[in-house]
Structure formats: structure tokens, C-alpha cells
């Protein structure tokens, strides 16, 4: 079985990876493997409680990983170990998927840079709070979506683009039909 990670720290979103991780584990061959900095509960932003799988310091191995999936939220602290993590998924070409604010993981470790990505982060929000933009702004994209190689990045309405994005990295579906009738039934006209 092959495993896909998700970051989880308290005040995620949950609703922004809840299809995406529940498609995932439908599937007969993958799991989500839940990860966060401590082996503690974890509340997301409706109050649903998940006890991690692992913590981040534990994934020794990223070779048995496919990839690592980050929602957004309120909280959004880059530890050494999560940056360590997410460079080393990279340098192998593994899925980095991040949606809404979650997207911030990923430009505070620069694997941004140069590379086309969506955030619901605007810099207004740092400006506001006299904080440092971590983006880099000239490869924005204003988009639902989009995939720049191994990195798929989100706006935080749009979590099913974002699953079906996911999906199609992982081919989780039978045929072209079953494909396409999820994407209409998911997305918007």
C-alpha cells in the first residue's frame, strides 16, 4: 500500500482535505498517513479531532511516501523538521499539495521560487499584521487551481478542484468516463 502524508496542527481547515483524503483512502492502494509536530490530538477549525499516525520527526524514510498534502488554517508555524521534510519530498519530485493559507509551508521553504502557484494569502494580510510576506508574488497565479510540476496549489473555496488535482496525480480513477463524470459532478460549470 502506498502511503500519502498530510501535515494536520491545531486550527487547520478540515473541510479543505477531507474529500481529498477520503478519495485517497477509498482507494485500494493508498492511505493517509496523518502527521503533526507532536503525537497529540489535533483540533481542526469544526472542532473534528485527529490523533496523528506519526510525528513529523519520525518520517525517516520518504521513500515508502508519495507525497505530503497541507490544508490551511490559522496557525501556520514552519518547524525544522516540516521544512526538512518538505525540501527532501521535493528534491525527489513527490507531491507537495497545499490549499489556502497551507500553500504558506511550502514559500516559507523558497520551493516556490520561480514556480507557478495559488494561495488565498494575500499580501495585504502580512502588510496588516507587520509580518514578512513568504510568497514569492511575481509567479502568482490567480487561479482555483493549479499543478506546476510536483506542486499542486489551491485556493481554500476551491477543495474539490483541489481533490479531483490530486486525484489525477495518483490516476485513482478506473477510466476517462469515471474521470470526467467526477469532475462534472464536483466542479462548478
Request: hydrophobic share 35%; aromatic share 12%; charged share 30%.
Amino acid at each position: 500500500m502506498k502511503e500519502v502524508l498530510c501535515f494536520i496542527y491545531d486550527g487547520f481547515a478540515d473541510f479543505e482535505i477531507v474529500l481529498t483524503c477520503s478519495g485517497l483512502n477509498e482507494d485500494v492502494n493508498y492511505k493517509i498517513i496523518y502527521i503533526a509536530y507532536e503525537n497529540t490530538p489535533i483540533y481542526g477549525c469544526s472542532g473534528l479531532k485527529i490523533i496523528p499516525d506519526k510525528t513529523v520527526s519520525e518520517i525517516v524514510d520518504i521513500k515508502k511516501f508519495e507525497g505530503l498534502i497541507i490544508p490551511g488554517g490559522g496557525t501556520r508555524i514552519l518547524k525544522p523538521e516540516l521544512e526538512k521534510l518538505i525540501k527532501r519530498l521535493n528534491e525527489e519530485e513527490k507531491l507537495l499539495a497545499a490549499i489556502c493559507a497551507g500553500a504558506e509551508f511550502l514559500a516559507k521553504t523558497g520551493i516556490l521560487n520561480g514556480k507557478k502557484y495559488t494561495t488565498t494569502k494575500e499580501p495585504s494580510s502580512y502588510e496588516e499584521k507587520n509580518e514578512i510576506d513568504p510568497f514569492p508574488r511575481d509567479s502568482y497565479v490567480e487561479k482555483r487551481v493549479i499543478q506546476d510540476g510536483n506542486l499542486i496549489t489551491a485556493k481554500g473555496y476551491a477543495f474539490t478542484d483541489f481533490a479531483l488535482k490530486i486525484w489525477d496525480w495518483y490516476d485513482l480513477y478506473d477510466n476517462e468516463k469515471e474521470k470526467e463524470d467526477l469532475r462534472k459532478d464536483f466542479t462548478p460549470d
